[in-house]
């Protein structure tokens, strides 16, 4: 429980007879441990019960997930405890601890993450919090000296560090159905928005403004032919703060000569092309870069065998999803 040392007083007699009545009291003090045994055992036991109902009854992932540091913090003897999990890969840390001074959390957090956990300090217990969908991060236990901790400590470790990845996996399993119910949502919106869109350039906007909605990106341009000039006019743009009418300047997108944007005007196909730092046509990697995109998705709109116009969606950060 976190204090400087402990006393231990141990006690044995040498293997000689013994009398009847000292029988008697060695098998009462022999007793007496196992009943301690069991009551121990039965708090462990109670403890994890509780922590499977917290699972099933919580509504709140962070009360849940502090609620498993709390406890084991209660089952394994140490003077920190640390739980540092994230929902999905690259999404935000959830981090719980007790006996850490919040400032000196994120050195650990990254000391947590960066070495394999067999290659620990002795006086730290780290197990994965891992289930079969997904490894989320790290539970941690700090001891106060140098020893390293029990098997049975461990177990328990590994029992809590389960709980909060089945109490993840049911979390990211919600969030994801979220997800999928509100991509439908968009996509059914959008086809009842153009449906009854009256104009192309009306169609334009509800494309633009229904994309992110879908997709996570920074921007989407919705370009659309004109079969006159055969450049590309750039009918609607919408960012991360919504539908902008700043970047409709540069109207036009002249196609260059023998590109892949060419190639579509006499040769129209639905297949998309992705443009970041190694992939992609020389002039729209420096175009696309010129404007801060780390990477972005072009989308051919094709109607039969005809060239319509083309959907741009962009990223500042990180690669675009594969939807």
Same mark, same amino acid.
């Given at each position: 429980?976190?204090?400087?040392?402990?006393?231990?007083?141990?006690?044995?007699?040498? +293997?000689?007879?013994?009398?009847?009545?000292?029988?008697?009291?060695?098998?009462?003090?022999?007793?007496?441990?196992?009943?301690?045994?069991?009551?121990?055992?039965?708090?462990?036991?109670?403890?994890?019960?509780?922590?499977?109902?917290?699972?099933?009854?919580?509504?709140?992932?962070?009360?849940?997930?502090?609620?498993?540091?709390?406890?084991?913090?209660?089952?394994?003897?140490?003077?920190?405890?640390?739980?540092?999990?994230?929902?999905?890969?690259?999404?935000?840390?959830?981090?719980?601890?007790?006996?850490?001074?919040?400032?000196?959390?994120?050195?650990?957090?990254?000391?947590?993450?960066?070495?394999?956990?067999?290659?620990?300090?002795? +006086?730290?217990?780290?197990?994965?919090?891992? +289930?079969?969908?997904?490894?989320?991060?790290?539970?941690?236990?700090?001891?106060?000296?140098?020893?390293?901790?029990?098997?049975?400590?461990?177990?328990?470790?590994?029992?809590?560090?389960?709980?909060?990845?089945?109490?993840?996996?049911?979390?990211?399993?919600?969030?994801?159905?979220?997800?999928?119910?509100?991509?439908?949502?968009?996509?059914?919106?959008?086809?009842?928005?153009?449906?009854?869109?009256?104009?192309?350039?009306?169609?334009?906007?509800?494309?633009?403004?229904?994309?992110?909605?879908?997709?996570?990106?920074?921007?989407?341009?919705?370009?659309?032919?004109?079969?006159?000039?055969?450049?590309?006019?750039?009918?609607?743009?919408?960012?991360?703060?919504?539908?902008?009418?700043?970047?409709?300047?540069?109207?036009?997108?002249?196609?260059?000569?023998?590109?892949?944007?060419?190639?579509?005007?006499?040769?129209?196909?639905?297949?998309?092309?992705?443009?970041?730092?190694?992939?992609?046509?020389?002039?729209?990697?420096?175009?696309?870069?010129?404007?801060?995109?780390?990477?972005?998705?072009?989308?051919?709109?094709?109607?039969?065998?005809?060239?319509?116009?083309?959907?741009?969606?962009?990223?500042?950060?990180?690669?675009?999803?594969?939807?």
């Amino acid at each position: 429980m976190g204090a400087e040392h402990c006393v231990y007083r141990v006690k044995w007699s040498p +293997s000689l007879p013994v009398a009847d009545d000292q029988v008697l009291a060695d098998s009462a003090e022999q007793v007496n441990a196992l009943r301690g045994q069991l009551d121990a055992m039965k708090e462990h036991v109670d403890s994890m019960f509780a922590t499977a109902a917290d699972l099933i009854a919580a509504d709140d992932l962070d009360d849940v997930l502090a609620r498993i540091t709390r406890r084991a913090a209660l089952e394994v003897r140490a003077i920190r405890y640390l739980l540092a999990v994230r929902l999905h890969p690259g999404g935000d840390l959830h981090c719980h601890h007790k006996g850490f001074e919040e400032e000196g959390v994120a050195e650990y957090v990254d000391r947590v993450f960066a070495a394999d956990p067999a290659l620990q300090p002795e +006086s730290w217990l780290v197990v994965p919090v891992r +289930s079969n969908r997904r490894d989320y991060g790290r539970l941690l236990a700090i001891s106060g000296a140098r020893q390293g901790f029990l098997p049975q400590e461990r177990e328990l470790f590994e029992v809590y560090a389960r709980y909060a990845a089945s109490a993840l996996d049911g979390a990211s399993a919600l969030l994801e159905a979220k997800e999928r119910g509100d991509h439908a949502s968009a996509l059914l919106s959008l086809a009842r928005a153009l449906a009854a869109a009256g104009t192309s350039d009306e169609i334009a906007r509800r494309l633009a403004g229904a994309v992110p909605l879908v997709v996570d990106c920074d921007r989407v341009v919705v370009y659309l032919l004109d079969a006159a000039s055969g450049e590309l006019a750039r009918c609607a743009v919408t960012t991360r703060e919504g539908p902008s009418g700043a970047e409709m300047e540069a109207k036009a997108w002249v196609p260059t000569p023998g590109g892949p944007l060419e190639r579509l005007l006499t040769n129209p196909s639905d297949k998309f092309l992705l443009v970041d730092e190694h992939r992609g046509h020389p002039r729209l990697r420096e175009l696309f870069a010129t404007e801060g995109f780390v990477a972005t998705v072009l989308v051919p709109l094709v109607g039969g065998e005809s060239f319509l116009g083309l959907l741009s969606v962009s990223v500042f950060e990180g690669q675009p999803g594969s939807g």
